[in-house]
């Protein structure tokens, strides 16, 4: 799928049905800007990509276990200038879900969400107010469960309007044309989530940043809210504040769990931290991406950004943070291959790391990344691999030594919740697992533990009945 060149003279007539199509959607300028940036990237026949021969590895960054803690008072005064903000606005579709992520039960009949608002909670009982501020960054996918859930169990927390960023939409792009997507059979599919480097602009657009400024916030620490580890860490956050920098990125050492997820950077043309995601390496990089001792920093998707320092940066940059674009080809209709190719421009929330002038990056330990992605990642979760903190914190065990158990399990069988949980109606103790694997249906006891290097494999379609007991080494039916 090629993507023809237009020059930078045409873009303001080229962009021109963009805007009328996001503007008759109600959606702001700062939308449309950002949008923009990223559409002019396309036009002027940039990729996106970031070739290794133009950055070198990240290297020696401060270690947040070497930070002391600030005093009670220091804490709570930086709490009530911080807000700390989840990222939800995923469904989960790739689990087989069609509600927000985050409502997914992960321990007893808690979910990820009645965990983050018992972080809150408890935060706010050890300052004796309303402080730190929540926010949740949700789509118009996740909103309305998002709200009746909170409601129901956490009303103390306030109506929507108190805590809700409503993440925008972007325009699908003809691949052959440039021009607008059309599908009149399901119009929701002419447009796309922009990825979460939207945030930049739904702060802008919203009035949310400027109201955030004026009532005395100065920091925001945002997060995936399927990251139950990312807690609001007064020692971090007292560090990012003495520091001066407008813009922190924690990273951890990847392992080969995560060696196909975005690294650290530094491009070598200015010094600056870069973030590169896998589909801005070009493919004869894939090695080289792919090599966790020479790339060693993972990004966690947990930043700390200066909310003064973001709002001089969207007006030094007409309304914007230019982010790389990420260009992903698709159909209009993912489900039907026939139908009209597209080109779907996103960003990275991450990616503003190169936007900021004396941005800087902090290792953290790997019990601050817990994502769930996939159903490996939340069965891992609700194993004894992971521990619940009094904080209500989410943690790889410490036994574990920073390295979560590898699990690769069928992937037909086991790709949605349902089948996992057909598969696995009882959560194996995992904390001495170092891998499993299964191949064919099986049925996961009471009282089962893994241990070390495990293969299931099962070639009939009865499941195999695993019994209470310790496994370990390969286990096959009959």
Same mark, same amino acid.
């Given at each position: 799928?090629? !993507?023809?060149?237009?020059?930078?003279?045409?873009? +303001?007539?080229?962009?021109?049905?963009?805007?009328?199509?996001?503007?008759?959607?109600?959606?702001?300028?700062? =939308?449309?800007?950002?949008?923009? @940036?990223?559409?002019?990237?396309?036009?002027? @026949?940039?990729?996106?990509?970031?070739?290794?021969?133009?950055?070198?590895?990240?290297?020696?960054?401060?270690?947040?276990?070497?930070?002391?803690?600030?005093?009670?008072?220091?804490?709570?005064?930086?709490?009530?200038?911080?807000?700390?903000?989840?990222?939800?606005?995923?469904?989960?579709?790739?689990?087989?879900?069609?509600?927000?992520?985050?409502?997914?039960?992960?321990?007893?009949?808690?979910?990820?969400?009645?965990?983050?608002?018992?972080?809150?909670?408890?935060?706010?009982?050890?300052?004796?107010?309303?402080?730190?501020?929540?926010?949740?960054?949700?789509?118009?996918?996740?909103?309305?469960?998002?709200?009746?859930?909170?409601?129901?169990?956490?009303?103390?927390?306030?109506?929507?309007?108190?805590?809700?960023?409503?993440?925008?939409?972007?325009?699908? !792009?003809?691949?052959?044309?440039?021009?607008?997507?059309?599908?009149?059979?399901?119009?929701?599919? +002419?447009?796309?989530?922009?990825?979460?480097?939207?945030?930049?602009?739904?702060?802008?657009?919203?009035?949310?940043?400027?109201?955030?400024?004026?009532?005395?916030?100065?920091? !925001?620490?945002?997060?995936?809210?399927?990251?139950?580890?990312?807690?609001?860490?007064?020692?971090?956050?007292?560090?990012?504040?003495?520091?001066?920098?407008?813009?922190?990125?924690?990273?951890?050492?990847?392992?080969?769990?995560?060696?196909?997820?975005?690294?650290? =950077?530094?491009?070598?043309?200015?010094?600056?931290?870069?973030?590169?995601?896998?589909?801005?390496?070009?493919?004869?990089?894939?090695?080289?991406?792919?090599?966790?001792?020479?790339?060693?920093?993972?990004?966690?998707?947990?930043?700390?950004?200066?909310?003064?320092?973001?709002?001089?940066?969207?007006?030094?940059?007409? @309304?914007?943070?230019?982010?790389?674009?990420?260009?992903?080809?698709?159909?209009?209709?993912?489900?039907?291959?026939?139908?009209?190719?597209?080109?779907?421009?996103?960003?990275?929330?991450?990616?503003?790391?190169?936007?900021?002038?004396?941005?800087?990056?902090?290792?953290?330990?790997?019990?601050?990344?817990?994502?769930?992605?996939?159903?490996?990642?939340?069965?891992?979760?609700?194993?004894?691999?992971?521990?619940?903190?009094?904080?209500?914190?989410?943690?790889?065990?410490?036994?574990?030594?920073?390295?979560?158990?590898?699990?690769?399990?069928?992937?037909?069988?086991?790709?949605?919740?349902?089948?996992? +949980?057909?598969?696995?109606?009882?959560?194996?103790?995992?904390?001495?697992?170092?891998?499993?694997?299964?191949?064919?249906?099986?049925?996961?006891?009471?009282?089962?533990?893994?241990?070390?290097?495990?293969?299931?494999?099962?070639?009939?379609?009865?499941?195999?009945?695993?019994?209470?007991?310790?496994?370990?080494?390969?286990?096959?039916?009959?």
């Amino acid at each position: 799928m090629s !993507v023809p060149t237009r020059t930078p003279e045409s873009l +303001e007539s080229s962009f021109a049905p963009f805007r009328e199509k996001m503007q008759a959607a109600g959606l702001s300028e700062s =939308a449309i800007r950002a949008f923009r @940036g990223s559409y002019a990237a396309l036009l002027a @026949g940039e990729t996106g990509m970031i070739p290794e021969s133009t950055i070198a590895p990240a290297k020696d960054l401060p270690h947040a276990d070497s930070l002391t803690p600030p005093d009670a008072g220091r804490a709570s005064q930086l709490l009530k200038q911080t807000v700390l903000l989840k990222l939800n606005g995923g469904l989960g579709t790739g689990m087989g879900l069609e509600k927000a992520k985050s409502l997914l039960p992960v321990r007893g009949g808690d979910t990820f969400l009645d965990l983050i608002a018992r972080q809150i909670l408890r935060l706010r009982s050890q300052t004796g107010g309303e402080v730190p501020m929540f926010m949740l960054m949700n789509s118009f996918s996740t909103s309305a469960d998002t709200a009746e859930h909170l409601a129901a169990r956490f009303p103390q927390l306030g109506g929507r309007e108190t805590w809700e960023l409503m993440q925008n939409k972007v325009p699908k !792009v003809l691949a052959d044309s440039l021009q607008p997507a059309t599908w009149p059979a399901q119009p929701d599919q +002419e447009w796309c989530p922009p990825g979460h480097g939207d945030i930049y602009a739904c702060l802008a657009g919203s009035g949310w940043l400027d109201r955030l400024l004026g009532s005395g916030l100065r920091y !925001v620490f945002v997060s995936n809210s399927d990251n139950l580890g990312a807690t609001l860490d007064p020692a971090i956050l007292a560090w990012f504040a003495d520091s001066g920098m407008p813009f922190v990125m924690e990273v951890t050492r990847r392992t080969e769990s995560d060696k196909k997820g975005g690294h650290l =950077a530094v491009r070598l043309r200015d010094g600056r931290f870069l973030l590169r995601e896998s589909a801005q390496c070009p493919k004869d990089d894939e090695a080289h991406f792919q090599n966790i001792d020479l790339h060693r920093y993972f990004n966690t998707n947990n930043l700390w950004i200066d909310l003064q320092a973001l709002k001089s940066a969207l007006q030094a940059n007409d @309304g914007l943070i230019p982010l790389p674009p990420i260009m992903n080809k698709k159909t209009v209709d993912p489900r039907d291959s026939s139908s009209p190719a597209v080109i779907q421009l996103e960003t990275a929330m991450g990616a503003a790391i190169e936007c900021f002038p004396g941005a800087g990056a902090i290792e953290v330990p790997r019990i601050r990344f817990a994502p769930v992605k996939t159903t490996g990642d939340l069965l891992a979760v609700r194993s004894d691999a992971y521990e619940l903190t009094e904080d209500f914190c989410l943690r790889l065990h410490p036994d574990r030594n920073g390295t979560p158990p590898l699990l690769n399990l069928d992937a037909k069988l086991c790709k949605l919740v349902d089948g996992l +949980e057909k598969n696995f109606p009882h959560t194996p103790g995992l904390l001495h697992c170092q891998s499993l694997k299964t191949t064919g249906p099986v049925e996961c006891g009471e009282g089962v533990v893994f241990k070390g290097d495990v293969v299931i494999e099962n070639a009939s379609a009865t499941p195999l009945t695993i019994p209470a007991g310790v496994h370990e080494g390969r286990i096959a039916a009959g």
